[in-house]
């Protein structure tokens, strides 16, 4: 059973750049889509990119100027790059993998990153 | 961007009972990729409906979901104890392709 788990610093400052990896167990990315979620008090669950698991990406054009999602040579990482970070990006960050075959859902799904921004 | 309109914003209820939760679209949701899920504190969402009315694997059927173009609904037949929770909708069209409605909560009355 595919499993996921989001690392990395959880604490950013600002203007600086957060990156955090999705680490996939019992399984690999070698189908299907994968995202990057978050979710803050202020403006809930917001879709941030996927990838294909060929590498293709697509991104939210809110994201899309600061955001960069790539799958690493092992199929078995993905990250998320977040620069130019302020206290409004302050959120749990999910990774998660789309239904397959696709219909636009997220079927399995991190235990989610708490990150702040804060100097 | 299509907007996703959730109601009621709170929903109180007893164990038993039926809970009707709506999802509304700013404009139609022409994939009628459609889904609905089940947020409880400190957890990650859960999915317990895509393409508008498809059980995820291991979702109990008392949850079931039905809609098309704008209109979309979740139905818990009879709320179990475990059933308290804040409820998603979520949508794959548009541009960003994906996005949220700002949940509906189901609290006990």
């Known amino acids: 059973q595919v499993q996921l788990q989001e690392s990395g610093p959880r604490l950013v400052k600002p203007s600086e750049t957060m990156s955090l990896t999705c680490t996939v167990s019992?399984?690999?990315?070698?189908?299907?889509?994968w995202s990057w979620i978050r979710q803050s008090p202020g403006k809930g669950l917001e879709w941030i990119a996927h990838?294909?698991?060929?590498?293709?990406?697509k991104y939210n054009p809110s994201f899309e100027s600061r955001v960069t999602i790539s799958v690493d040579t092992s199929k078995i990482h993905f990250s998320l790059r977040m620069n130019s970070v302020t206290a409004a990006d302050t959120a749990v960050y999910y990774c998660?993998?789309?239904?397959?075959?696709?219909?636009?859902?997220?079927?399995?799904w991190g235990q989610g990153a708490e990150v702040t921004v804060s100097s | 961007e299509i907007v996703l309109t959730q109601s009621p914003g709170t929903l109180s209820l007893s164990p038993g009972e039926r809970a009707i939760l709506s999802c509304r679209a700013s404009?139609?949701?022409?994939?009628?990729?459609v889904a609905w899920y089940q947020q409880k504190p400190g957890q990650a969402p859960r999915l317990l409906i895509y393409?508008?009315?498809n059980r995820a694997p291991g979702i109990p059927d008392r949850f079931s979901g039905i809609g098309s173009g704008t209109d979309f609904t979740l139905t818990i037949s009879r709320m179990e104890p475990e059933d308290f929770a804040v409820y998603y909708c979520?949508?794959?069209?548009?541009?960003?392709?994906?996005?949220f409605g700002p949940g509906t909560k189901v609290d006990l009355k």
């Open positions: 998660a993998r789309h239904v397959w075959p696709p219909a636009g859902a997220f079927h399995i």
């Open positions: 979520q949508q794959q069209g548009g541009s960003p392709e994906l996005t």
């Open positions: 393409g508008a009315s």
């Open positions: 990838l294909y698991h060929n590498g293709v990406t």
């Open positions: 404009q139609s949701v022409t994939s009628g990729h």
């Open positions: 019992g399984g690999s990315i070698t189908s299907s889509y």
